[in-house]
């Protein structure tokens, strides 16, 4: 079974100042990985995927992720941060081997607060 | 430009009453999902439907059940609903499993 470790709960970073969401997973087979945000009473948008290739991927409002197969990690960075980018983030898994279900598996969350 | 819709917005129910959550995507996708989010807790998996005339249990369906009404719309029914199922729940499609999917707003559940 695949489970996603997000590592920090809460991170707390001042305007202008780069970040790091961390998210671990563990599965031994090929994986999808996904980062959603989630902006105040709102659903969960699509940040960024990794499906194949280039290991560094790069989504939306200027976040990145790195695919480290032999870590398997995909932590998200923003090299500057803006308080509209204040909202909790969610790291997510599937299975692609074909050995068990297709399902999204979510990271319990990282509430991103920007301080002015 | 709707997406993903889900009606209501916000209910409140006592325990055992009953009610359906409703949604509908205008994306032509296959797959469709319910979760349930709770603080601390991420998105749980209630129930999917990997493609129209299909339906299986995700991590957490017991209290639940849906139907996949047509390939636009996938339904969630509470038959006696319990206060543990206060929760936002949301609904999300995607164009097959494994692929990203796209999600509601969200409902808002209270159950007293």
């Known amino acids: 079974a695949q489970s996603v470790t997000q590592l920090d709960s809460q991170v707390p970073v001042f305007e202008e100042a780069p970040v790091e969401l961390r998210c671990n997973y563990s599965?031994?087979?090929?994986?999808?990985l996904f980062w959603y945000v989630q902006y105040p009473n709102q659903g969960l948008q699509l940040l960024l995927k990794?499906?194949?290739?280039?290991?560094l991927v790069k989504g939306i409002n200027g976040f990145e992720a790195e695919f480290n197969k032999s870590q398997t990690s995909f932590h998200l960075r923003k090299p500057s941060v803006h308080i509209s980018d204040t909202a909790e983030y969610f790291c997510?898994?599937?299975?692609?081997?074909?050995?068990?279900?297709?399902?999204?598996?979510f990271g319990k969350g990282t509430k991103l607060s920007v301080i002015p | 430009n709707a997406g993903v819709t889900q009606t209501p917005k916000f209910q409140v129910l006592k325990t055992g009453q009953s009610m359906t959550l409703q949604c509908a995507q205008d994306?032509?996708?296959?797959?469709m999902y319910w979760y349930r989010q709770d603080p601390g807790m991420g998105l749980r998996l209630i129930y999917y439907?990997?493609?129209?005339?299909?339906?299986d249990k995700g991590e957490v369906p017991n209290g639940y059940n849906v139907s996949r009404l047509n390939k636009r719309e996938f339904s969630l029914r509470l038959e006696s609903a319990a206060p543990s199922q206060t929760s936002v729940y949301f609904c999300a499609s995607s164009v097959q499993e494994n692929q990203p999917q796209h999600f509601g707003d969200g409902t808002r559940l209270s159950i007293l």
């Open positions: 439907s990997a493609s129209e005339g299909t339906t």
């Open positions: 990794y499906l194949s290739g280039s290991t």
């Open positions: 997510a898994v599937t299975d692609i081997s074909g050995a068990g279900s297709y399902q999204l598996t």
């Open positions: 599965s031994s087979v090929s994986v999808y």
């Open positions: 994306m032509n996708h296959n797959s």
